[in-house]
């Protein structure tokens, strides 16, 4: 039997190319967990766990990503054969509850060891394999200024990089929030899907005004308007509003999946593979999506190019992903952590197609931004 011969766990500190405006939190800087295993036979994988603002976003922290790993994951994974990926989750499962962030970036890397030893990309060996080349995906708008955001949305439609644009509301007040949004609709017109994200930060009448308003300006999608857990809320703002309500935090797992299918409580699903608590995990959401008749959307946590490959080997395997992708996390960042950056073109992310994750880590990089860094890296100028 194969074995894990070496588990290492860090966290990676990068700065934003802007601050990040959400209802919930500024960010500055985003920390990615990366998990890095090697196995018996030398075979590497790579994993990725990463979250939103601290502790903002959800019950996971970078700090608590990392010590789920090292501390409860780590003595269970080295007693595992990294050859079935499938049972080496279930006892991962078996003995910690909850932690979704972390058994993702685990079954990420358990992934991409398992392709880079049979020779074939994560793609073809999850869900039916992958069925599309390339994802469309959106760009955040979250500067937190009107006219900040349409430059910047302009700048991404002459690149060609993105026609998708999210809006982060919520902060404001619900008629400066339906103002800022009408400005951009308005300057985007027939040209760029304009959505929101009000990240939980509405009660139920502000998002009964909000939905209405937004829907007369032109919004094509309103993301997680009110509290996760308000089940019956959400399938009154579902049947009441013609512009479709998204989940995204109510959203962790197939049990989840299933309750708002039930409940008629979305009409899309923001499908993330961290908050659904890994890949497969993930794809079970998606497929109780697709029966229950709820639009898919390619979600994000932002993360840099692990998480981002990983989850676009997943939604590849798709066959309908009518609301496109939002995988730009790695373009929110100032340096990449890859050797080689996921390539952006015509408002696409290719899908890699190298074997496992189909990407390797930038060493100097990782050696520089990593928070446990211990030596100062000096670099030869040419
Ligand atoms: C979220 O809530 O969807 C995704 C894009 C972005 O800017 O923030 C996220 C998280
Ligand atoms: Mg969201």
Redesign the pocket.
Known sequence: MATIAQIDTFIVDMPTIRP?V?AMATMLAQSMVIVRLIDSEGIEGIGEGTT?GGLS?GEESPESIKSAIDTYIAPILRGCDPVQVGAAIAAISRSVRGNHFAKCAVETALLDMAGKRLGVPVSELIGGGRVRASLPVAW?L?SGDTARDIEEGEAMLAQRRHRIF?L?IGKRSVAADVAHVGAICKAFAGRASVRV?V?QNWSEPQANIGMGLLHDVGVDLV??PIARDDVDAMARLSVRHSVPLMA??ALNGPRSAFRLAAAGAARVY?VKIAQSGGLHAAGAVAAIASAAGIGLYG????EGGVGTAASAHLFSTFPDLAWGT?LFGPLLLTEEILAAPLTYSDFELTVPTGPGLGIALDTDKIAFFRRDRTATIVHAVA
Not at 299 to 302: A, F
């Open positions: 990040h959400l939103i976003y955040t979250a999210k982060k994200d990240n993301e997680q995204d935090e923001a979600g994000t946590m932002l939002e």
